[in-house]
């Protein structure tokens, strides 16, 4: 009798202990999947950090769904260190634009147009303002030795170059003039934040072709040195003889940008013209390097191009004080830079073709392009 009643009080203890254990492992539960659905709302909620990987879109954006078995076969989108290699057809710029929109960015670029090189700027930045960065704020540097030559531009999206200049203002050995491409006062007034300005710099006159575009890294350094407390910004070099075609926007943004040259992307590694003499500090051996990049449009966070620009200048100095110029002057600094840095991502010469050369059947849009030029015209030493 005893021993069944043992028996009787142990199971209702159990029983007592199972509706206790059940009861506080549900309210457990369901406390801790409020906690969780609070901490998803807050990290949605989230304001974007201007973190180059926290990348942010908007919670309702509907767009295409992405496929990891289907998408461009004919060439390739990623490098051996896993960079992307931009292609038309790789990404999604409405989804891009909106991820980068309210990062609240601005785009720099510079270009030099020094000598005869002036003729070119004025094709380039009525395209610059037509495919360039639309709907960002893009601040373009112009460096010049003839600023009073610096073009009236026609605006495509109704904008017009305003030619009231400020009181050139000493920045260290550079003159600088500010002039804003603002938009026509009945314009759309949507269009009023997304403002590109022009800012010319006086730069001196150069006897050397291969001195001015040498000495871009420098005034690139410096230019980067005046941003730096926007670390959040980028910026791109581009050559001036040059001209946009298609969009170039934030599908090109990234912390250390590449673009692929149009002349050597299809060639063994052999056949690029690297520097190839130990003696400069530019010099690749037989079997090393990557890509063949161009010297004439490269890129990144402001961080990473000072690096870049400051590393190359300082190459290229101490080269020159040994009597050594690299076979392609701060091109071949910049390959022998990228070889060692990787870009964290790479243009296809979808960015950087040429007018002269027939389009190859992968690259199904040219956004940027070098004009069809006779150097012995232009160059003041042919
Ligand atoms: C290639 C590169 C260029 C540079 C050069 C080697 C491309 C498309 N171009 O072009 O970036 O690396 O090799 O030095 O990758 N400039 C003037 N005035 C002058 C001469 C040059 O302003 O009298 C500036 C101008 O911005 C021009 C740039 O320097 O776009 C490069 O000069 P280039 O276009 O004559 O060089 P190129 O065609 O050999």
């Known amino acids: 009798m005893i021993h069944l009643i043992n028996v009787k009080s142990l199971t209702a203890v159990l029983v007592i202990l199972g509706v206790l254990f059940l009861y506080s492992f549900l309210s457990y539960r369901t406390s801790h999947q409020q906690n969780i659905t609070a901490e998803n709302r807050l990290s949605a909620d989230v304001v974007a950090v201007g973190n180059e990987f926290h990348l942010v879109a908007p919670e309702h954006l509907q767009y295409e769904q992405p496929s990891i078995v289907q998408?461009?076969?004919?060439?390739?989108?990623?490098?051996?260190?896993?960079?992307?290699?931009?292609?038309?057809?790789t990404f999604n710029p409405v989804l891009l634009d909106s991820i980068y929109k309210p990062k609240n960015i601005t785009i720099i670029a510079t270009v030099f147009a020094v000598g005869k090189y002036i003729m070119f700027l004025k094709r380039f930045l009525e395209t610059a303002e037509q495919h360039f960065f639309v709907g960002f704020k893009v601040?373009?540097?112009?460096?010049?030795?003839?600023?009073?030559?610096?073009?009236?531009?026609?605006?495509?999206?109704?904008?017009?170059?305003?030619?009231?200049?400020?009181?050139?203002?000493?920045?260290?050995?550079?003159?600088?003039?500010?002039?804003?491409?603002?938009?026509?006062?009945?314009?759309?007034?949507?269009?009023?934040?997304?403002?590109?300005?022009?800012?010319?710099?006086?730069v001196p006159t150069a006897k050397r072709w291969q001195e001015i575009s040498a000495r871009r890294m420098e005034l690139i350094q410096m230019v980067i040195e005046e941003q730096l407390p926007n670390n959040r910004?980028?910026?791109?070099?581009?050559?001036?003889?040059?001209?946009?075609?298609?969009?170039?926007?934030?599908?090109?943004?990234?912390?250390?940008?590449?673009?692929?040259?149009?002349?050597?992307?299809?060639d063994p590694r052999s056949k690029f013209p690297y520097e190839?003499?130990?003696?400069?500090?530019?010099?690749?051996?037989?079997?090393?390097?990557?890509?063949?990049?161009?010297?004439?449009?490269?890129?990144?966070?402001l961080q990473e191009v000072h690096h870049l620009a400051k590393t190359c200048r300082h190459n290229f100095e101490a080269d020159a004080q040994e009597g050594i110029e690299a076979a392609w002057q701060e091109e071949s600094?910049?390959?022998?830079?990228?070889?060692?840095?990787?870009?964290?991502?790479?243009?296809?010469?979808?960015?950087?073709?040429?007018?002269?050369?027939?389009?190859?059947?992968?690259?199904?849009?040219?956004?940027?392009?070098?004009?069809?030029?006779n150097y012995a015209d232009i160059r003041p030493n042919a």
């Open 139 to 202: 601040h373009i540097y112009v460096f010049t030795d003839r600023p009073n030559e610096v073009p009236p531009v026609t605006m495509a999206s109704g904008r017009r170059v305003n030619r009231t200049r400020k009181q050139p203002k000493r920045s260290n050995t550079l003159t600088e003039f500010a002039t804003g491409l603002f938009p026509e006062a009945n314009s759309d007034k949507k269009r009023l934040h997304f403002f590109l300005q022009l800012i010319v710099r006086l």
């Open 333 to 373: 600094h910049l390959n022998r830079y990228m070889w060692i840095n990787k870009p964290s991502k790479v243009l296809s010469p979808e960015y950087l073709w040429q007018d002269f050369k027939p389009r190859n059947p992968e690259v199904h849009i040219v956004r940027f392009s070098g004009v069809v030029k």
């Open 233 to 266: 910004n980028y910026i791109f070099c581009l050559d001036v003889d040059s001209q946009f075609h298609g969009r170039w926007g934030s599908e090109s943004l990234g912390g250390l940008v590449a673009v692929t040259h149009p002349g050597y992307y299809r």
């Open 276 to 301: 190839r003499r130990p003696s400069s500090r530019a010099y690749l051996a037989p079997g090393e390097g990557d890509f063949y990049y161009c010297g004439g449009a490269f890129g990144g966070l």
């Open 71 to 89: 998408g461009r076969i004919d060439v390739v989108a990623v490098t051996p260190w896993l960079a992307p290699i931009v292609w038309e057809g």
